[in-house]
């Protein structure tokens, strides 16, 4: 019913910053729970940061206050802002939405954007 597309992945320092966009399309974003995780080699898929349809915020405690998560409904698109950049948040990271309907949960995944933190 969803389709995500990622960008803004790349390269970058220790310290340095990033911006993470996820674009949909198919559906309208309001009426989702939106979502990012990230998922490095051997490891498995972490919860990043979620955003509400009514806008509040979740974060992993290894990204709290550094890293932003938004959304702007009228442009369909959620933003992973990333500052502070460590060797240990690269992986690939990952869009999702998700909605429950009739009690069943309903979850849509972007193809990820790889991000390598490195000297």
């Known amino acids: 019913q969803v389709q995500l597309v990622e960008s803004g992945g790349g390269a970058v320092q220790p310290g340095g910053s990033l911006r993470l966009s996820c674009a949909a399309s198919g559906s309208l974003l309001i009426i989702y729970d939106m979502g990012w995780y990230r998922q490095a080699p051997g490891k498995q898929r972490d919860l990043v940061a979620t955003?509400?349809?009514?806008?509040?915020?979740n974060y992993a405690d290894s990204v709290k206050g550094r890293f932003t998560i938004s959304r702007d409904n009228t442009k369909n698109t959620v933003t992973l802002q990333m500052n502070s950049l460590k060797p240990e948040d690269t992986a690939v990271y990952y869009c999702n939405a998700h909605k429950s309907l009739l009690g069943q949960n309903r979850d849509y995944w972007g193809q990820g954007t790889q991000v390598t933190v490195s000297s």
């Open positions: 955003i509400t349809s009514g806008g509040r915020t």
